[in-house]
């Protein structure tokens, strides 16, 4: 991804379908000429964020890439469809730890969707 190319969408129908390494393998794909460090970034808190979604909701899965156009921020979600889940939020390790490596976070569920997003920052 590239300021100007900026959004990546993987669409995983299966829970099944893509086991870790296969996702760890389509971000870094994406995210070829970044910094080491901007990647192993990005790894972690997408992994977080799709992992989260495949405990807790049910496919289809959906992992997003937002490149805001400068490409000083990348706005990562994981979508998933949304299985019973009523009771409020309460972030547990892996946000916790998204919650320390994004500018911001967040949940939005609407239409028997949830979708969980980081806004993660970059320097020049």
């Avoid at 991804?1 to 086991?19: C, Q």
């Avoid at 994406?30 to 901007?38: A, H, I, N, P, V």
């Avoid at 405990?55 to 706005?75: D, F, I, K, T």
Wanted: proline share 5%; no cysteine.
């Amino acid at each position: 991804m590239t300021a100007g190319h900026d959004t990546a969408v993987l669409v995983v129908e299966d829970a099944d379908a893509m086991p870790p390494a296969e996702v760890a393998r389509w971000l870094r794909e994406r995210l070829d000429g970044w910094s080491e460090q901007d990647v192993r970034l990005v790894e972690v808190v997408a992994g977080e964020l799709f992992d989260n979604a495949r405990r807790h909701g049910a496919p289809p899965y959906v992992l997003e890439l937002l490149l805001n156009r400068r490409g000083e921020s990348l706005v990562v979600s994981a979508r998933d469809h949304t299985v019973g889940r009523l009771r409020p939020w309460r972030p547990a390790a892996g946000l916790l730890l998204v919650g320390a490596l994004s500018a911001r976070w967040g949940v939005t569920s609407r239409a028997g969707t949830t979708t969980v997003w980081a806004e993660l920052l970059f320097e020049d």
